[in-house]
């Protein structure tokens, strides 16, 4: 008897870890990761993406590694009446319920010296930290002149 | 007395209004002053704007290591040149300076170019003949020291694209860099 009432409360605490877990597996969704392919004459190039936070709370995303570049970090250009400017930043901020979005002229991953040969059509790991938990999504190496982009999801 | 001041005060604002009147019709005639020759250097070899304008010069300042706003600017004028006919893009120059004298090797500028147009020319030279060609423009650039960043630095500098006429003159400006549309129509309005 006593060895049931355990078995079913574990199999409660059980249930209830695995649908916390999947449901803090959704609070995070990411869409359109994409990687400029690097151009000839630079050793630089950016990376963008969606990053939608479902949960109620504000979520800080770290940057933790990017697949196929020496170096990598988080910027932010910033307009100032014609002029341009670049900010590195240590992490972004999502608040609860938005999206954060990596676009150019704006927020973005600066990428640099490749360290083998990145093409059109790769596709890369970047790993971000989120509030201490890792997630991994494939960006796609696209061309600079290429507008469309296709949808990556986490 | 009070008559003769009336008349003197009368005669002064007559003078000032002629005076304004006549520096805005000087200045209507003289038209525009900004731009004027210049000398850079083209992978490593002198490159002298008079010798080489055509008829219509795009003009834009930046740095090949500019990860995120100088390709974006540059891909729009790219797509907008992609789309002029063979006749326009003879009568069509555009121009890439580089800003950043120390990190960017004037062959790597020159590639860097072109990515976005196989045409377009990417610009090197001395600080000094950077900072005398960027003088001429209503432009600027500086930079700015980053120890925590992998680069060591980044450059501020202005985002627009100048339109000179033959002799470097600035004609017109092209502001928003965002659309290929809108920039192509600014060609085509001076070509």
């Known amino acids: ?154 | 007395m009070k008559l003769k001041r009336v008349f003197q005060l009368i005669g002064l604002a007559l003078l000032v209004c002629a005076g304004s009147l006549g520096y805005l019709i000087w200045k209507e005639l003289k038209g525009p002053t900004m731009g004027g020759d210049f000398s850079l250097t083209l992978r490593a070899n002198p490159w002298t704007f008079s010798e080489k304008a055509k008829s219509v010069n795009l003009i834009y300042f930046g740095y090949a290591k500019c990860p995120d706003v100088c390709p974006m600017s540059l891909s729009y004028v790219g797509t907008a040149f992609s789309k002029l006919s063979q006749e326009d893009l003879k009568k069509i120059r555009f121009l890439f300076v580089s800003v950043d004298q120390e990190n960017d090797d004037p062959n790597n500028v020159a590639d860097y170019a072109t990515n976005f147009f196989p045409e377009f020319l990417g610009l090197s030279g001395s600080k000094k003949q950077i900072d005398e060609t960027i003088k001429l423009f209503p432009a600027s650039y500086m930079v700015e020291k980053n120890p925590k960043s992998y680069l060591g630095y980044s450059i501020i500098h202005t985002d627009r694209v100048f339109i000179l006429n033959k002799k470097g003159i600035v004609i017109d400006t092209i502001d928003s860099l965002r659309d290929s549309d809108v920039i192509l129509q600014k060609i085509k309005e001076h070509i």
Not at chain 1, 59 to 69: A, D, N, P, Q, T
Request: no cysteine; aromatic share 8%; net charge positive.
């Open chain 1, 1 to 154: 008897m006593k060895h049931r009432s355990e078995f079913v409360r574990s199999l409660f605490v059980g249930l209830f870890l695995l649908s916390v877990g999947g449901f803090a597996a959704e609070d995070i969704k990411f869409t359109d990761a994409r990687i400029f392919t690097p151009l000839k004459g630079s050793n630089v190039t950016a990376g963008y993406v969606e990053i939608e936070n479902k949960s109620k709370s504000p979520r800080k995303v770290v940057l933790s590694s990017v697949e196929g570049f020496k170096a990598f970090e988080t910027h932010e250009t910033i307009e100032d009446a014609g002029k341009m400017s670049m900010k590195k930043v240590d992490e972004y901020t999502i608040a609860p319920e938005s999206k954060l979005e990596l676009k150019p002229g704006g927020k973005h991953l600066m990428l640099f010296d490749p360290i083998r040969k990145i093409a059109d059509g790769d596709s890369l790991a970047v790993k971000f930290k989120i509030d201490g938990k890792e997630h991994s999504v494939q960006f796609k190496v696209i061309p600079r002149t290429k507008t469309d982009h296709n949808h990556d999801h986490h």
